[in-house]
């Protein structure tokens, strides 16, 4: 940390990219107070002159630039803008100040680690949220509830664009794809699901969401396999292939009933299918659907009996 001094010499290099820019006082309302009701802002208080300062700013830059849009960075040469350095009484450099909704909420003086840089950075992150994606991931999950598939794809897919690491948005993905009954490429896109969010419950489920569809599309007519079953209620392969059937029509307790009967009658029956199907359904669920919570507690109960 050096001391204010010295002679000004002059700006420092080429234009940054858009999420780090170069400040001075007559762009500090629109760059800073104005910028940060959007987005946290921080404000890098540096000359050409300071040693630490060279440390410090590009890897503040380097933070702000991971965090992809969450925060946005402006740097001040105090020699070239004495007068906003005064008024916010920086005594000495490197100074950093953020801002959020017009207002400094945090700083620091002196160059600081590498860790705490990303710390700095991903607290101001968190003050915007996840800058809308939320908001966008609940409007396409409504839209694939209501049918309308194209357009949640659409919406997932802008998502990912953003954060190719979102786990909801790429099951969400998936999902629409199986909806839309392209099974290869909803496969596709779990296959290649990158290494951090592979095994996601977002993504899992919409595995599970692909294995159910493509054996529904095997399952025979539902009103002979229900006919079949009360005709016989020892065929289990018959009140098998009538749980895939009632799946594929959307009646998810129908077909949990189903299985539900069936391990109760053989457990043991094809290597455990119902078991194995029922968990299937389960993890097809979003997390705290009530329908799969009665139907563990269910099966729980049958095979602690």
Same mark, same amino acid.
């Given at each position: 940390?050096?001391?204010?001094?010295?002679?000004?010499? $002059?700006? %420092?290099?080429?234009?940054?990219?858009?999420?780090? *820019? /170069? $400040?001075?006082?007559?762009?500090?309302?629109?760059? *800073?107070?104005?910028?940060?009701?959007? *987005? @946290? *802002?921080?404000?890098?208080?540096?000359?050409?002159?300071?040693?630490?300062?060279?440390?410090?700013? @590009?890897?503040? /830059?380097?933070?702000?630039?991971?965090?992809? $849009?969450?925060? =946005?960075?402006?740097?001040?040469?105090?020699?070239?803008?004495?007068?906003?350095?005064? &008024?916010? =009484?920086? &005594?000495?450099?490197?100074?950093?100040?953020?801002?959020? &909704?017009? &207002?400094?909420?945090?700083?620091?003086?002196?160059?600081?680690?590498?860790?705490?840089?990303?710390?700095?950075?991903?607290?101001l992150a968190a003050l915007a949220g996840d800058g809308g994606l939320g908001e966008a991931l609940a409007a396409a999950e409504e839209m694939l509830a209501e049918g309308a598939i194209a357009d949640a794809a659409q919406t997932f897919a802008a998502i990912l664009a953003e954060e190719p690491e979102n786990a909801a948005a790429l099951g969400g993905l998936a999902r629409a794809q199986v909806a839309a009954g392209n099974f290869d490429n909803a496969e596709a896109l779990l296959n290649n699901a990158p290494a951090k969010i592979a095994t996601a419950a977002e993504v899992e489920a919409a595995r599970a969401q692909l294995a159910l569809a493509r054996q529904a599309a095997k399952a025979g007519p539902l009103d002979a396999l229900r006919a079949e079953?009360? =005709?016989?209620?020892? %065929?289990?392969?018959? =009140?098998?292939?009538?749980?895939?059937?009632?799946?594929?029509?959307?009646?998810?307790?129908?077909?949990?009933?189903?299985?539900? /009967?069936?391990?109760?009658?053989d457990r043991d029956w094809n290597d455990g299918a119902a078991k194995t199907q029922l968990f299937t359904i389960f993890d097809a669920l979003k997390p705290g659907d009530p329908r799969a919570q009665r139907g563990r507690r269910r099966l729980s109960s049958m095979i602690f009996a």
């Open positions: 940390m050096l001391e204010l001094g010295g002679t000004a010499t $002059g700006a %420092n290099g080429a234009p940054e990219a858009a999420l780090v *820019v /170069e $400040g001075s006082e007559r762009t500090f309302m629109a760059d *800073v107070i104005e910028a940060s009701r959007e *987005v @946290p *802002v921080i404000v890098d208080f540096w000359a050409p002159w300071c040693g630490p300062c060279k440390t410090l700013g @590009p890897a503040l /830059e380097a933070a702000v630039k991971a965090a992809r $849009g969450k925060v =946005r960075m402006v740097k001040i040469d105090v020699d070239q803008n004495q007068a906003i350095a005064a &008024q916010l =009484r920086i &005594q000495s450099i490197p100074t950093v100040y953020a801002f959020w &909704q017009g &207002q400094p909420v945090d700083g620091f003086q002196g160059a600081i680690s590498g860790s705490e840089i990303r710390a700095f950075v991903d607290k079953v009360e =005709r016989d209620p020892a %065929n289990h392969q018959a =009140r098998f292939d009538l749980a895939l059937a009632l799946h594929a029509a959307g009646d998810v307790d129908g077909a949990i009933d189903a299985l539900l /009967e069936l391990f109760r009658r």
